[in-house]
Nanobody
Framework: QVQLVESGGGLVQPGGTLRLSCAAS????????MAWYRQAPGNQRELLAS???????NYADSVKGRFTISRDNAKNTMSLQMNSLKPEDTAVYYC????????????WGKGTLVTVSS
């Protein structure tokens, strides 16, 4: 069984910063591509950023230049540094990972709420 647990969400003022973390645990052989998604009320879940095991990254246009994704392969963790936050960044943020155990499967965390408001 694999678990992904996000942390670091909260309330921040516009223009502020926040750092999210995701930790993968369980009977893991290897964690491959990891990604951050978010979902605002009434919207579909949106892919924000992804990072491969060899640290190749991709970003959605909506966060490019403001958010930075990173990972630590030794600890099976991933982070999202969020700068210059806007009210429209308010959403539940989810961690996603492709994990090898005895099979290869995709896992999701339960999400962490980020609220950008004055």
């Amino acid at each position: 069984q694999v678990q992904l647990v996000e942390s670091g969400g909260g309330l921040v003022q516009p223009g502020g910063t926040l750092r999210l973390s995701c930790a993968a645990s369980g009977n893991i052989f290897r964690v491959n591509t990891m990604a951050w998604y978010r979902q605002a009320p009434g919207n579909q879940r949106e892919l924000l950023a992804s990072i491969t095991r060899d640290a190749r990254t991709n970003y959605a246009d909506s966060v490019k230049g403001r958010f930075t994704i990173s990972r630590d392969n030794a600890k099976n963790t991933m982070s999202l540094q969020m700068n210059s936050l806007k009210p429209e960044d308010t959403a539940v943020y989810y961690c996603n990972a492709v994990v090898e155990t005895v099979i290869i499967d995709t896992y999701w965390g339960k999400g962490t709420l980020v609220t950008v408001s004055s």
